[in-house]
């Protein structure tokens, strides 16, 4: 079945580097996604990897998979107090389409 | 390109009451899906609509309905308002392929009384 698991909460310097880590369940996910909430506003898509590759690097973002312990982590470079937001990452499965399953989400707070 | 529209921004109802929201995916999209985001339960999926047929569906009661237009907006329709369907209800918006990128809209911040 799906599952997606979160742990809470992450507190993270201003200029260092934020991992916000992530565990499914479902072998099938053919897509998996990071996405970020501000406080009133809706989901804004960072970064998404394929389940057939291992990395994923965007600007300040890279994206781990390791498909043997079905593990995902977002890490952010030079984290900037702009960052400060809620993440979720998702899962897609082949057979149920565009039907994203999200897990609790991550609140990160970047102090200065 | 717009951006994914959802309105109205705020609503406030009362139980019993039914309510319609409206969703308009960026242009060229062809699928809207809508979700549910509550404290308690997080993001749920409510249903996914493609051409103007519903192609997936989550566990929510029939109170909970949705159609597409063939200009691909989207509404959904919630009966008999409860207390626990306050909620911020998201739309999605993807091309149409399964599994691809989606986009999402600010939401509906729904408030039942």
């Known amino acids: 079945g799906e599952d997606v698991e979160q742990s809470l909460f992450l507190s993270v310097r201003e200029g260092d580097s934020s991992v916000i880590n992530c565990t499914y369940t479902d072998s099938s996910s053919t897509y998996l996604y990071w996405y970020k909430q501000e406080p009133g506003a809706g989901l804004q898509l960072l970064t998404y990897i394929f389940s057939n590759m291992d990395m994923k690097q965007d600007q300040r973002l890279t994206v781990l998979l390791n498909k043997k312990d079905k593990h995902l982590s977002l890490r952010i470079a030079d984290t900037q107090t702009g960052d400060s937001a809620i993440y979720f990452c998702a899962e897609s499965i082949k057979a149920a389409g565009n039907k994203l399953t999200f897990g609790g989400g991550t609140r990160v707070l970047v102090k200065p | 390109k717009a951006g994914v529209t959802q309105t109205p921004r705020y609503l406030i109802k009362t139980r019993g009451q039914q309510v319609t929201l409206s969703c308009s995916p960026i242009?060229?999209?062809?699928?809207v899906s809508w979700y549910q985001q509550t404290p308690g339960q997080g993001l749920q999926f409510l249903f996914e609509y493609f051409s103007e047929t519903q192609r997936n569906k989550g566990n929510f009661p029939g109170r909970f309905s949705g159609r597409q237009f063939s200009n691909s907006r989207s509404e959904m329709n919630v009966s008999t308002l409860e207390l626990g369907d306050s909620a911020l209800y998201l739309c999605?918006?993807?091309?149409?392929?399964?599994?691809?990128?989606?986009?999402f809209g600010s939401g509906t911040q729904l408030s039942v009384l």
């Open positions: 242009s060229g999209h062809r699928s």
């Open positions: 999605a918006s993807g091309p149409g392929h399964a599994n691809e990128k989606l986009f």
